[in-house]
């Protein structure tokens, strides 16, 4: 039974995809006061979150992903960075943590981290269509084609009309 800490801390992760496209809104029709609230809320959540994940206990791997993903949405790489590290080396099961590292290493220019992190993905949620996407983009980045074309084809089987199946495909011709 999940802790009345793990449902705020659950509510927190919710409201920051909320917050997310509220300033993504706010940047596109150049809301500069606006873009500093949502900032600045997304700010308290991951502090919130970080020291919920300083107490330990159940609630530990929630935390972590929360402060995680709130610092990974405001562009703050090495610090989203140490929070999922901690996250999958507690549970090196979690799928979702392997996840957000790939597009942290990527965004960090990492290509052996990420490809290490979107393999970790890909074995822990094997279904999702995403986690092979961004598999097939990391092998391309390291130049690993032919595990490449593979992973785009499992994507592809799951998501015949996934727009980032056409985006890769297109790399392939492009390297033809």
Same mark, same amino acid.
């Given at each position: 039974? %999940?802790?009345?800490?793990?449902?705020?801390?659950?509510?927190?992760?919710?409201?920051?995809?909320?917050?997310?496209?509220?300033?993504?809104?706010?940047? =596109?029709?150049?809301?500069?006061?606006?873009?500093?609230?949502?900032?600045?809320?997304?700010? =308290?959540?991951?502090? /919130?979150?970080?020291?919920? &994940?300083?107490?330990?206990?159940?609630?530990?791997?929630?935390?972590?992903?929360?402060?995680?993903?709130?610092?990974?949405?405001?562009?703050?790489?090495?610090? &989203?960075?140490?929070?999922?590290?901690?996250? /999958?080396?507690?549970?090196?099961?979690?799928?979702? =943590?392997?996840?957000?590292?790939?597009?942290?290493?990527?965004?960090?220019?990492?290509?052996?981290?990420?490809?290490?992190?979107?393999?970790?993905?890909?074995?822990?949620?094997?279904?999702? =269509?995403?986690?092979?996407?961004?598999? /097939?983009?990391?092998?391309?980045?390291?130049?690993?084609?032919?595990?490449?074309?593979?992973?785009?084809? %499992?994507?592809?089987?799951?998501?015949?009309?996934?727009?980032?199946?056409?985006?890769?495909? %297109?790399?392939?011709?492009?390297?033809?």
């Amino acid at each position: 039974m %999940a802790s009345s800490l793990d449902f705020e801390l659950r509510n927190m992760g919710n409201e920051l995809w909320e917050l997310e496209g509220h300033r993504d809104q706010a940047i =596109a029709a150049e809301r500069t006061e606006l873009v500093g609230r949502c900032e600045q809320r997304m700010l =308290a959540i991951a502090k /919130t979150a970080y020291d919920a &994940a300083q107490t330990g206990g159940p609630h530990y791997e929630v935390a972590c992903f929360v402060a995680g993903l709130a610092l990974r949405m405001l562009g703050r790489w090495e610090e &989203a960075e140490g929070g999922f590290r901690r996250l /999958t080396e507690s549970n090196p099961n979690s799928g979702e =943590a392997w996840l957000e590292l790939t597009w942290i290493y990527t965004e960090l220019d990492r290509p052996i981290d990420a490809l290490r992190a979107a393999r970790n993905a890909a074995a822990q949620l094997p279904d999702e =269509a995403d986690t092979w996407l961004n598999l /097939t983009q990391c092998l391309l980045a390291v130049d690993e084609f032919e595990p490449a074309r593979d992973a785009l084809a %499992a994507a592809e089987e799951m998501e015949p009309d996934n727009p980032r199946v056409a985006q890769l495909r %297109a790399a392939f011709e492009f390297e033809a």
